[in-house]
């Protein structure tokens, strides 16, 4: 598996680093232009166009996983259901995310649509239903949720995934930096505890990221744009339900609970600073969807830490963290 893993990482690199000038041209000449405002940072126009190498690099790497599968070389009877559901939820989140670049969509609009497509990850049976508390050493190792409250939970889960991503993609690099190293890190999680098409995908991911960071490092020359941090949102909100998904032995029986915690630590720093925000917003009396200059990077840079400063120090806030949450499950 490490040989697959490996190429797979490579080719999503070598793919997405080769789209993205040619997408940088496109984009120019058909002006999909992100232009800077009073609250954005950056103050350069910039194609926002990116997020198609993502999709490019994944469509790729699914032929070749089928290739893989059909010639034994990966054995999982599920594969077939979990690349097509693949499939469906990649190219969903990314044309929503690229129909905003496009022709901004309201907010309201788009959170409907992340809703409606967080409930058919949920219909097709990738759910919260147990959460495993057993690193608490509590009498009880998880707790179980009702249909309804699976339903909201993973909702809830993979929407605000999504929308943190979304939401740290506010300076050159970032979001490609810390989705680079956070995918990695649960790949290598998920291959470890034998859930290989999941850590295979998300290794992808990771390569697709750092291949596209060579064009997005400071100062930028590519942006992701909503279609990209949406393909990586939903992507990482899913597959940490499927993949991070686990027995525990309980009673004698065996019962699939998810390491919500592990994953709240992979994804802290988006995370927080997507709660921060809502929390600030809300305590003014503003919308959650209200933009403003409180994220985490804003608030770095006005403390005096240049524009790449700040990408470096959260990207290797990042690591640590990632770090320390692999030491708690090796």
């Known amino acids: 598996m490490f040989f697959v893993s490996f190429i797979l990482f490579l080719i999503n690199f070598f793919i997405t680093s080769s789209l ?22 950056n103050k350069r126009s910039l194609v926002r166009v990116g997020g198609i190498s993502f999709i490019a690099s994944f469509i790729i790497s699914y032929i070749i996983l089928v290739f893989f599968t059909k010639y034994n070389l990966i054995i999982n009877n599920e594969y077939k259901n979990f690349f097509t559901i693949s499939i469906i939820i990649s ?11 496009l022709k901004s969509l309201s907010p309201i609009f788009r959170l409907f649509m992340q809703i409606i497509i967080s409930a ?12 495993d508390i057993s690193f608490l050493r509590l009498d009880i190792e998880f707790i179980q949720v009702s249909s309804l409250i ?12 999504t929308n943190a991503i979304n939401w740290i993609d506010g300076l050159d690099g970032l979001a490609s930096s810390l989705v680079g190293v956070s995918s990695l890190s649960l790949g290598v999680l998920f291959m470890r505890e034998g859930n290989i098409q999941e850590g295979l995908v998300l290794i992808g991911i990771s390569g697709s990221c750092l291949g ?8 930028a020359k590519l942006i992701m744009g909503d279609g990209g941090s ?3 949102g939903f992507n990482l909100g899913y597959l940490s339900i499927l993949g991070g998904s686990s027995y525990l032995v309980y009673d004698s029986i065996n019962v699939y609970t998810q390491k919500l915690h592990i994953f709240i630590l992979i994804f802290l720093i988006p995370l927080f600073d997507m709660t921060y925000v809502i929390l600030v917003r809300l305590s003014k009396g503003l919308s959650p969807f209200y933009p403003d ?18 990408v470096k120090f959260l990207t ?12 708690i499950l090796f």
């Open 212 to 219: 596209f960071l060579i064009f997005n490092r400071y100062p």
């Open 293 to 310: 200059n409180n994220h985490i990077h804003h608030r770095l840079m006005n403390i005096g830490l240049t524009h790449d400063k700040v």
């Open 230 to 232: 949406y393909f990586l």
């Open 120 to 131: 058919f990850v949920w219909i097709c049976g990738i759910q919260i239903n147990n959460i």
């Open 20 to 41: 993205s000038p040619i997408l940088q041209k496109i984009g120019s000449k058909l002006d999909l232009i992100d232009r800077p405002d009073n609250r954005k940072i």
């Open 150 to 161: 699976s339903f909201f939970l993973t909702i809830i889960w993979i929407t605000g995934i």
């Open 91 to 101: 190219l969903s989140s990314f044309l929503l995310g690229f129909a905003d670049d």
């Open 316 to 327: 290797v806030a990042n690591i640590v963290i990632c770090i320390f949450s692999l030491i």
